[in-house]
């Protein structure tokens, strides 16, 4: 089975602009994750969506919004990009309700750059 | 709230050698643990998780970790380090009833010959 794939791997914006990031979970994963993870940190929490609903937030702006599809796939966008935003950001899915025992299964990243 | 120290910024190990990566963790009731490693350009992969039982928990290639209440730590382990080891390490904390963990700043692990 395919692992939790996201898109795209890389990418370049600059300051203002939006973004829009893409993950797909692994077959039958209903929840969805977003963190971010700054150069030398540990990932942060953004958003947590279960069952197309949101179930939890991080402490991130409003410029930073994100769904998930009746098939399960997310989107994180991003508005008015800062130099800040520049990260790896880390989409993970998980079988069950999303609660924190639900061991998460992390795809590879979209590596964003603001310049 | 959780929090996670993780107070190693980075470990160089000889091939062979034992390992100890260090983690504590800040949270009123019991919480759930993780260690996570992260390869250059990958995402994070689960090596094994804490949530209740059993103190000493076997995970993936070989490496175990402790939950130490009286110490709050949750410490990872491995007898013998391969080159392969070499990565990036988390730990992170889960509070029972959310749905988001909160992750160390990692330890970056070195392995030399």
């Known amino acids: 089975d395919a692992g939790v794939t996201q898109s795209p791997t890389h990418l370049i914006k600059t300051r203002g602009q939006q973004v829009t990031l893409r993950c797909s979970p692994i077959?039958?994963?209903?929840?969805v994750s977003w963190y971010q993870q700054v150069l030398g940190q540990g990932p942060q929490f953004i958003f947590q969506y279960y069952e197309k609903e949101e179930r939890g937030r991080g402490n991130f702006p409003d410029r930073f919004s994100a769904r998930q599809f009746p098939n399960y796939s997310s989107e994180l966008n991003v508005n008015a990009l800062l130099l800040g935003d520049s990260a790896l950001y880390l989409c993970?899915?998980?079988?069950?309700?999303?609660?924190?025992?639900?061991?998460?299964?992390f795809g590879n990243g979209t590596r964003l750059t603001v310049t | 709230a959780q929090s996670v120290t993780q107070p190693d910024i980075h470990i160089t190990v000889s091939e062979g050698a034992s390992l100890e990566l260090r983690c504590n963790y800040s949270y009123g009731a019991t919480p759930y643990l993780f260690w996570y490693v992260q390869s250059p350009g990958q995402g994070l992969q689960l090596l094994l998780k804490y949530f209740s039982g059993d103190t000493l928990v076997q995970g993936i290639k070989g490496f175990e970790a402790e939950f130490k209440r009286s110490q709050s730590s949750f410490n990872l382990r491995k007898p013998s380090v391969h080159w392969s080891d070499a990565a990036e390490y988390f730990c992170?904390?889960?509070?029972?009833?959310?749905?988001?963990?909160?992750f160390g700043t990692g330890t970056r692990l070195t392995v030399i010959p």
């Open positions: 992170a904390v889960g509070a029972t009833g959310a749905n988001n963990l909160f």
């Open positions: 077959s039958g994963h209903k929840s």
């Open positions: 993970a899915s998980s079988p069950q309700t999303g609660r924190a025992r639900s061991p998460l299964h």
